[in-house]
C-alpha cells in the first residue's frame, strides 16, 4: 500500500478569515497527484502549442468579458476567502486580470514573432539568421495568498500564449508581522481613528489591521524580511546617504519608493537604490501595469516576469542559420585546409582590421584571389 494518503480522504478547509467558518473544502493533493496532473499537462501541450498565436490569442482575449459579467460574484470569493476589501480586490485583482487579458495577445504578436539576426560582418555575407521563441512545455508557477489572481494571471496569461500548458498552485500559507514586539519595538495597531499599542489576537476575526512599527533596527524580522501585509517600519535618518543605506542593507531587493517634490533629486537616487524596480511618488502600483517588467535584485527573484521579459521568461531561445548560397564554395572552417585557404583567412583580416588603408585593400584582394580560386576548384571536382 502507497505511504501516501488520497486527496479524497485528506481535505483541507478554507476558512472565512473575518468568521473563521469554513467556507469550502479543498483537496489536500498528493505527489501521485502532481505527477498525474504534470503529466497529463505535457500530454496535451504539443497540441495546444500546434494551434498558433492566433487561436491562443482568441482564448485568452475571451477571458476579460467573463471577468466583467461575473465581476460581482469573482469580487465576492475573492474577499470572503482573503478577507480583503471590496475596492482592492476590484482594483487589484479582477481589472488587473482583465486588462493583462486583452493587453499580452498584442504584446505577444510582436514579441514571440522571429527576429532577424543583423550580420555582425560582411564575411557572413551569405548567412541569413533568425532568433525564434520556442514554449519549454510545461511551466510551474505557484502564487502568493496576497493577490489571488492578480498576481498568477500574469505569468498564466504570458506561459499560455506562448504555447505552454500550466500547472499551477495556490499559496498554503499566510505569514504571522509579533516579533518586532517581542525585539522591543513599538507598535501600533490602527482600530479605529486613533492607533493603539495592543496585541493581535490569534482568533476570528483574522484581519490583520494597519501597522506601523517605531524604530525599527536591523535585527527585526521586518527589516530582514518581505512581509506581507499592511505593515510600515518607520526610522528617522539624518540625511539622505543613511536613508540609501538603510534601504540597500537587505538581501532583497524588490521594489522600492522615493517620495519627494524634488523629480531630479528622485531619479538620481533610483539609480543608487539596489532593487528590480523603484517608484516616485507611489508605490507598488508599476505591478498592475503590464508593460512594466516586475522582479527584484538579490534574493528576491531571478528573472523577471510582466512585459517582453515575462514572455523570454517562458520561452526558449532558438537560432535558425539558413546558407542563402548553398552551391557557393565551401566555408573557411571546412576540411581540407590548404595554403590557398590560409592566405584567404589572412587577407580577410587584413581587409577587416589593418590600420594601413593599402594593407586593407592588399587584403581584400588576396581574399577575393582565395575565393575565386574555390570557385575554380570546385567547378573542377
Known amino acids: 500500500m502507497s505511504k501516501s494518503r488520497s486527496s479524497q480522504s485528506n481535505p483541507k478547509y478554507i476558512l472565512n478569515p473575518t468568521t473563521g467558518q469554513i467556507i469550502a473544502e479543498q483537496k489536500r493533493h498528493t505527489e501521485e497527484d502532481l505527477k498525474a496532473t504534470v503529466a497529463r499537462a505535457r500530454e496535451v501541450q504539443a497540441g495546444w502549442q500546434a494551434r498558433g498565436l492566433g ?21 465576492d470569493t475573492i474577499c470572503t476567502c482573503s478577507g480583503k476589501p471590496r475596492v482592492d480586490a476590484l482594483g487589484t485583482e479582477l481589472l488587473t486580470a482583465a486588462l493583462v487579458c486583452r493587453y499580452y495577445p ?23 539568421s533568425r532568433l525564434v521563441r520556442e514554449p519549454y512545455g510545461v511551466v510551474g508557477i ?5 493577490y489571488p489572481l492578480g498576481i498568477p494571471m500574469h505569468e498564466l496569461v504570458q ?21 518586532a ?12 481613528e486613533y492607533p493603539t499599542s495592543e496585541r493581535i489576537e490569534d482568533k476570528p476575526p483574522y484581519i490583520h489591521p494597519p501597522v506601523v512599527i517605531e524604530n525599527a533596527d536591523e535585527s527585526m524580522l521586518v527589516h530582514k524580511r518581505e512581509i506581507f501585509g499592511p505593515v510600515l517600519a518607520v526610522k528617522k535618518v539624518k540625511n539622505v546617504e543613511e536613508a540609501l543605506r538603510w534601504a540597500n542593507d537587505s538581501r532583497l ?40 517588467p516586475w522582479g527584484g535584485y538579490k ?6 516576469c510582466h512585459g517582453e521579459l515575462g514572455f523570454l521568461e517562458v520561452t526558449q531561445a532558438k537560432v535558425i542559420v539558413d546558407d542563402l548560397l548553398h552551391r557557393s564554395p565551401r566555408n573557411f572552417w ?42 575554380r576548384r570546385q567547378a573542377r571536382d
Not at 522615493?258 to 531619479?267: E, F, M, S, V
Not at 534574493?299 to 523577471?304: F, M, P, Y
Request: with cysteine; proline share 3%.
Open 299 to 304: 534574493q528576491s527573484s531571478i528573472g523577471r
Open 55 to 75: 487561436y491562443r490569442s482568441g482564448i485568452i482575449r475571451a477571458v476579460s468579458p467573463i471577468i466583467a459579467e461575473r465581476a460581482k460574484q469573482l469580487t
Open 159 to 179: 506561459a499560455l500564449l506562448a504555447g505552454n500548458t500550466v500547472v499551477f498552485k495556490v499559496a498554503t500559507q499566510s505569514q504571522s508581522v509579533g516579533d
Open 142 to 146: 505557484i502564487g502568493p495568498w496576497n
Open 253 to 292: 531587493g524588490l521594489c522600492a519608493s522615493i517620495w519627494t517634490t524634488d523629480r531630479r533629486t528622485a531619479r538620481k537616487l533610483s539609480a543608487r537604490l539596489q532593487t528590480g524596480v523603484v517608484m516616485i511618488n507611489d508605490h507598488l502600483m508599476s505591478h498592475g501595469m503590464p508593460e512594466t
Open 334 to 375: 571546412w576540411l581540407p585546409y590548404d595554403e590557398h585557404l590560409e592566405e584567404g583567412i589572412l587577407g580577410g583580416i587584413d581587409a577587416l582590421f589593418a590600420r594601413a588603408l593599402g594593407r586593407r585593400l592588399r587584403g581584400f584582394l588576396r581574399l577575393m584571389q582565395s575565393y575565386l580560386g574555390s570557385l
Open 106 to 128: 498584442r504584446l505577444a504578436r510582436r514579441t514571440l514573432r522571429p527576429k532577424r539576426i543583423r550580420r555582425s560582418s560582411i564575411l557572413f555575407f551569405n548567412k541569413h
Open 181 to 192: 514586539h517581542r525585539a522591543g519595538a513599538k507598535v501600533w495597531i490602527c482600530k479605529g
